[in-house]
């Protein structure tokens, strides 16, 4: 039973080892990878709460470590050479009772051996008493052979005397042992094997509580670990973080100003206000454009451009814009410092060379030093660069700060562009906005035909079906409201800006989030493709 807990307890000891390497392991791989954009992400208090959690648990599993350690010290090397001890002193005690097993063995021989002798002795001294009678009865005998018969009778009465006094002496003797012997001895060598064997047990109730100690000793700092996980999920502060995420994307755009009434009875020229969405740019031209680009104008649910931007990040939102341009301001005058460092060091190493020549060409330094000043020129030029670009983008930055007011108008902004256009104003994948032209055809509407167009417009065909993945309120106009699970119709696919346009009957339909839908477009639609 000793060496089967023994053996016990050190397979656990190898699955707690086992198991603080796999938490340890665990910890490791979910741990932020240094000079990588997941470190950018533990400035939120939800993932530096991660990373305390993957801290704790580093120590959780070293408190496993010490559940093992403490096991096979306290407990596996402990019985181990207890063991090896009961064996040795179990030996000795079979030892002894063999011991006196033999003993007894032989006293009992020695019994049987005066036993027999006596016997013997005591017959031999019958046939010479008769003997004797017999030639002393007989008159034809002599009177010498009578006498030698009658001494030889008593020599052998005399030797059974003998042989009796010792057969007795010997089985008082045996009497003796074998009382010794079942009465002392051996008792007492079962009494110390019976003590061998319950100290044994007591030192395996003993090992079990050391085994429950051991866990019961990690129990407060694990305990501890748990309340600092506990701890740090209690410091996220969500208001905290979506005021992160506010200040790293917000775009600075100034939301659009109102669109002004275009009255299609006067005969009068048509105008579009300047801060209109649909506004096209200085080209001249009156009539509103629908389909064309729009610096005002940024979904909010866009996909993010995996294509290289251009040096002046032209491409992004003002803020983010200005951001990317300081942070290239930094990096560039971190780059001026390390090389003004190096040419310091060379222009130093230089005088100590010209006073003292025995330790280098002054003039091997040279070479370095022109390429060093070199750098720092171009350096600087790029400085200068950067600089003016962000002096432009500070310039037109809004020096409004209501973040509420802001995001509201430009959600206002989109959903008004989503109703008065009769297809969707299209973003970059990024959001960004840019010079080009749009590729897709401009409608051009004149005055005169407005009413004609709309009185003729055909419905759009149906291009494949989709499921609502979620229940999607659709309280702005131009938007459709679905429920979860809601199959219906697909009329018009996402072309970039996030929404996917969708009927429900002939007189309901409506655009709706296209990451709020399961898409399956027709195989025999033109470029259709299925999406989710």
């Not at 470590?65 to 005690?93: A, C, D, F, P, W």
Request: charged share 35%; with cysteine; proline share 3%.
């Amino acid at each position: 039973v000793l060496e089967k807990y023994i053996k016990f307890v050190k397979e656990r000891t190898e699955i707690e080892l086992s198991y603080a390497k796999q938490l340890r392991n665990l910890s490791k791989k979910y741990q932020p990878k240094k000079n990588s954009k997941e470190e950018e992400e533990y400035r939120y208090t939800s993932t530096r709460a991660f990373l305390a959690t993957l801290n704790e648990m580093n120590d959780y599993a070293g408190q496993h470590e010490v559940i093992s350690e403490n096991m096979t010290s306290l407990i596996t090397g402990e019985l181990t050479r207890y063991v090896q001890e009961l064996k040795q002193e179990r030996k000795s005690h079979f030892h002894d009772g063999r011991k006196a097993q033999q003993h007894i063995e032989t006293c009992w021989k020695q019994l049987e051996a005066s036993k027999r002798r006596f016997e013997r002795d005591c017959k031999e001294a019958d046939r010479a008493q008769q003997y004797f009678e017999k030639m002393d009865a007989d008159i034809n005998v002599t009177k010498a052979d009578v006498e030698k018969a009658r001494q030889q009778a008593q020599l052998r009465h005399q030797m059974a005397e003998d042989s009796k006094a010792e057969y007795s002496s010997t089985l008082q003797k045996f009497n003796s042992e074998q009382h010794d012997h079942y009465y002392t001895h051996i008792p007492n060598i079962f009494q110390k094997i019976q003590e061998m064997e319950e100290r044994r047990i007591v030192r395996i109730g003993e090992s079990m509580k050391t085994f429950a100690e051991v866990d019961r000793q990690v129990i407060p700092i694990i305990g501890k670990c748990l309340d600092e996980i506990t701890k740090a999920a209690e410091s996220i502060d969500h208001k905290n973080d979506s005021q992160l995420v506010i200040e790293a994307f917000k775009s600075g755009f100034e939301p659009p100003g109102d669109i002004d009434f275009e009255d299609f009875t006067q005969p009068m020229k048509r105008t579009v206000s300047e801060s209109s969405l649909s506004n096209s740019r200085g080209d001249g031209k009156s009539e509103p454009k629908f389909g064309g680009k729009s610096k005002g104008k940024l979904w909010p649910f866009i996909k993010k451009n995996k294509g290289a931007g251009p040096e002046d990040f032209s491409n992004l939102p003002p803020e983010q814009r200005r951001k990317k341009l300081q942070q290239k301001v930094d990096e560039l005058n971190k780059d001026i410092q390390k090389e003004m460092d190096q040419r310091d060091a060379l222009t130093k190493m230089k005088d100590v060379y010209i006073k003292n020549p025995q330790m280098g060409d002054a003039a091997s330094v040279d070479h370095r030093l022109a390429e060093l000043g070199q750098n720092i020129e171009k350096l600087r030029l790029e400085v200068q660069k950067f600089e003016g670009w962000l002096a432009e983008v500070e310039g037109r930055l809004p020096l409004r700060t209501d973040q509420a007011r802001r995001q509201s108008g430009l959600y206002e902004a989109q959903n008004t562009a989503a109703v008065n256009s009769c297809a969707q104003d299209r973003e970059s994948p990024d959001g960004s906005y840019t010079e080009e032209q749009s590729q897709e055809t401009e409608m051009k509407v004149p005055a005169t035909d407005f009413d004609d167009e709309f009185d003729d417009e055909e419905p759009l065909p149906t291009i494949g079906t989709c499921k609502a993945l979620y229940t999607f309120e659709g309280q702005n106009e131009g938007t459709i409201s679905v429920a979860e699970g809601e199959m219906l119709y697909v009329i018009e696919e996402d072309k970039g800006d996030g929404w996917t346009r969708i009927r429900r009957n002939e007189d309901e339909e409506g655009y709706v989030p296209t990451s709020y839908v399961e898409v399956y477009l027709d195989k025999n639609a033109k470029g259709a493709m299925t999406y989710i």
